[in-house]
């Protein structure tokens, strides 16, 4: 009796250990020496990978913006049987630098794997075209000693910067609609760099000297106080 007891025993932790195995979750197989990326146009990031994934498992891709993370995404990774191979696409990422990682999730839906980190540089679009002159007006100091020239315009916004002294240095637009404090002579304009974009091009706008309305010099002539007028030129 003591032998047939113990056999059942050792027979039911056989069983039970035998069905314990069969509903055990199934899990991705990832060859992580396989996993790279490209860039293709407009800045699309493509990460592959080989793996072996069976029903009910599946593969995702981890994209996190250096340094601060603020552009973070998951994107899932498309699985091609014939191949054993992964993809993932990671479209219009705003940010210039980002880490990325494979993820592994078994037949129960829960993470299981994770890779070492992969990081890419992405290349920025072409700057945009010159501001507008055109919807620019430039105002003249109000005096010969004054540097309270200014230039107007709806372009004029945070996205622009500008420059005084032959584009040495540059400065951001603080006032939407104008650029104030100029004295008389050439300012250069353009669209400032972003994460994602180059410089753009230049336009330059003159601004004029101020004019007396007392004819000083006996010519005859007498002009407004102030002038305003439009670009001398755009390039």
Same mark, same amino acid.
Request: charged fraction near 20%; hydrophobic fraction near 30%.
């Given at each position: ?107 129960? *839906? $829960? ?5 070492? =980190?992969?990081? @890419?540089?992405?290349?920025?679009? %072409? &700057? ?38 032959? *584009? $040495? ?5 603080? =006032?939407?609609? @104008?650029?104030?404090?100029?004295? %008389? &002579? ?38 407004? *106080? ?10």
């Amino acid at each position: 009796m003591k032998k047939l007891r113990f056999f059942f025993l050792i027979f039911g932790a056989i069983v039970m250990l035998g069905t314990s195995c069969d509903n055990s979750p199934i899990t991705p197989t990832i060859d992580e020496s396989t996993i790279s990326h490209k860039e293709l146009e407009n800045r699309t990031i493509v990460v592959s990978f080989k793996a072996k994934c069976p029903n009910g498992t599946s593969t995702k891709v981890q994209f996190k913006q250096r340094p601060n993370g603020l552009d973070e995404t998951t994107v899932d990774a498309k699985f091609y049987p014939a191949v054993e191979e992964c993809s993932a696409v990671f479209s219009n990422p705003q940010g210039s630098s980002y880490a990325y990682y494979v993820l592994g999730y078994n037949s129960d *839906g $829960k993470h299981c794997y994770t890779s070492k =980190e992969g990081t @890419f540089d992405v290349s920025k679009n %072409p &700057g945009p075209a010159a501001p507008s002159a055109t919807s620019i007006n430039a105002h003249a100091p109000s005096s010969l000693i004054a540097s309270d020239g200014y230039l107007e315009g709806s372009i004029l916004t945070e996205a622009i910067e500008y420059s005084i002294d032959e *584009g $040495k240095t540059w400065a951001p637009v603080t =006032e939407k609609g @104008f650029i104030r404090g100029l004295r %008389p &002579g050439k300012v250069q304009l353009r669209f400032a760099e972003t994460p994602t974009t180059k410089v753009g091009k230049t336009s330059t706008i003159v601004v004029p000297a101020y004019k007396s309305n007392t004819d000083i010099d006996g010519d005859g002539g007498t002009s407004e *106080g102030v002038t305003s007028t439009g670009p001398a030129s755009s390039f």
